[in-house]
């Protein structure tokens, strides 16, 4: 799934968000690197906390198939739509899902 993301609604038309939140995602997604230096006793308990250790390897696979300026050629494939109908599609996408399982219940 983390190769098909589609980011839809009204706060993924605000300018360069989709890019911010692919940078973010792929933020998470990389190792940290050690502390240097004297450490607090909070940042001495907190030092091997990774919480997203076992994710690490996904973020080359990354891809937001609605992202305007992908990295490496990952994403990009989704319509280029207008910023006023991303909602809409968000929205269509929503009414689908629901509709969709009250009908397998």
Same mark, same amino acid.
């Given at each position: 799934?983390? *190769?098909t993301?589609? $980011?839809v609604g009204g706060t *993924? *038309?605000?300018p360069n968000f989709i890019p911010r939140i692919r940078d973010t995602i #792929? +933020?998470?997604l990389q190792? /940290? =690197?050690t502390l240097q230096g004297t450490l607090s006793i909070a940042q001495w308990k907190k030092r091997n906390e990774e919480p997203y250790r076992e994710l690490y390897g996904l973020s080359n696979k990354l891809a937001i198939i609605n992202d =305007? /300026?992908? $990295? +490496?050629g990952r994403g990009g494939t989704a319509p280029r739509w207008t910023p006023g109908l991303m909602p809409w599609v968000g929205g269509s #996408?929503?009414?689908y899902v629901f509709y =969709?399982?009250?009908m397998l219940r």
């Open positions: 799934m983390i *190769s993301i589609l $980011v *993924s *038309s605000l #792929l +933020d998470a190792p /940290k =690197s =305007s /300026k992908p $990295v +490496d #996408l929503a009414g =969709s399982t009250a």
